[in-house]
C-alpha cells in the first residue's frame, strides 16, 4: 500500500516537473517569436523609411526613370568596338593597379592586424591605435584617395593603385586581426609551454592556422580592387575606367556599350580565377 502511494505521488512530481518544463520551453519559444517579430517590423519600417527618403517609392519618378534608361540602352546597341584594340592597354593598367593595390593592402594590414587584434597586440593602448587607423584607412572612399592622389603625383596608374591600396588595408586588415582573434589557443599555449617568445608564437601559433583566411581576404579583396579600378579611372587614376569616361563625355553611347561588355568579361574572368585561387589556398 506505502509503495503504490509513494510510485502514485513520485509520478505525480514527474508529471508537474514535465509540466512545468514544457510551459518553460513554450514560454521561451513565445518569446523568441516576439522578439524575432519586432525585429523585423523595425527592420522593415527602417527600409520602407529609407526607401520613402530617396525617392524609391516614387511611381512617378521610377517609371520616368525607366523610360530614360530604355530610351538610353537603345543608344547604346549596337556596341561600337572600332576602337578595341586601344582598349588592351588601359584594360592591362586597370590589372596590374589592381594586383599592386591588393599587394601594398596586405603589406600595411598584416602589422595593423597583429596590433589590432586583442591576442597579439602588446598593449591596449597598441591595440586602440591600430583599431583607429584601419577604421581611418576604410573611412574614406578609394574615389577621394584616388582625387587626392592625382592631385599629388599625377594622371595615370599610380594615384590608382594608392587609393586602392590604403582604402583596401582598412578592411583587409579589419579581417586579418578578427581572423586572428578567432584562431586555436591550443597551439598557442603548446608554443608558449616550449618557452616560446611573442614572435615566435604568433609565427608558429598563430599564423599558420589564419593563412587560408587570410589567403582567402586576399583574393577577394584582389576581385573587388579590379571592379574598383574602374571607378577610380573616372577621375584620372588610369585604367580602363579612364577610357569609359572619356566616351561618356562625348556621348558615344554605342562605345561605352562595348566597353562595358569589355569590362563585364575581364571581371568574369577574374572572379573565374579568383574562385580557382581560394580553392587551391582552403
Not at 593592402?105 to 598584416?110: G, H
Not at 586583442?118 to 591595440?127: G, I, K, Q
Not at 583607429?132 to 594615384?159: D, H, K, Q, W
Not at 593563412?211 to 580602363?240: H, K
Amino acid at each position: 500500500m506505502s509503495t503504490s502511494t509513494e510510485s502514485a505521488s513520485t509520478g505525480r512530481l514527474l508529471d508537474e516537473q514535465r509540466e512545468q518544463e514544457y510551459l518553460q520551453i513554450s514560454d521561451q519559444a513565445r518569446s523568441g517569436w516576439r522578439r524575432s517579430v519586432a525585429v523585423t517590423g523595425i527592420v522593415l519600417v527602417t527600409v520602407l523609411v529609407s526607401s520613402w527618403v530617396v525617392g524609391m517609392l516614387d511611381g512617378t519618378r521610377m517609371i520616368t526613370g525607366l523610360a530614360d534608361i530604355a530610351g538610353l540602352l537603345s543608344e547604346m546597341w549596337v556596341p561600337d568596338f572600332t576602337n578595341l584594340n586601344s582598349w588592351w592597354g588601359p584594360l592591362w593598367d586597370s590589372m596590374t593597379m589592381s594586383i599592386a593595390a591588393t599587394a601594398l593592402a596586405v603589406l600595411l594590414s598584416v602589422p595593423l592586424a597583429l596590433c589590432g587584434a586583442r591576442n597579439t597586440s602588446p598593449h591596449p593602448a597598441v591595440y586602440w591605435v591600430a583599431r583607429l587607423i584601419l577604421n581611418m584607412l576604410r573611412s574614406v572612399p578609394e574615389l577621394i584617395l584616388a582625387i587626392v592622389f592625382v592631385a599629388a603625383v599625377g594622371f595615370g596608374a599610380l594615384p590608382g593603385a594608392l587609393a586602392l591600396g590604403i582604402h583596401s588595408a582598412g578592411m583587409v586588415g579589419k579581417f586579418f586581426a578578427e581572423a586572428i582573434e578567432h584562431a586555436d589557443q591550443a597551439p598557442v599555449e603548446a608554443a608558449r609551454a616550449t618557452g616560446a617568445g611573442p614572435a615566435q608564437v604568433i609565427l608558429h601559433g598563430i599564423l599558420p592556422q589564419v593563412l587560408p583566411q587570410m589567403a582567402d581576404t586576399t583574393v577577394y579583396r584582389w576581385e573587388l580592387n579590379f571592379r574598383a579600378s574602374v571607378v577610380v579611372g573616372v577621375v584620372g587614376a588610369g585604367g580602363i575606367g579612364f577610357e569609359l569616361i572619356a566616351a561618356l563625355r562625348t556621348l558615344q553611347y554605342d562605345e561605352v556599350a562595348a566597353i562595358l561588355l569589355v569590362i563585364l568579361a575581364t571581371v568574369t574572368l577574374v572572379d573565374a580565377l579568383g574562385g580557382a585561387l581560394r580553392k587551391r589556398f582552403q
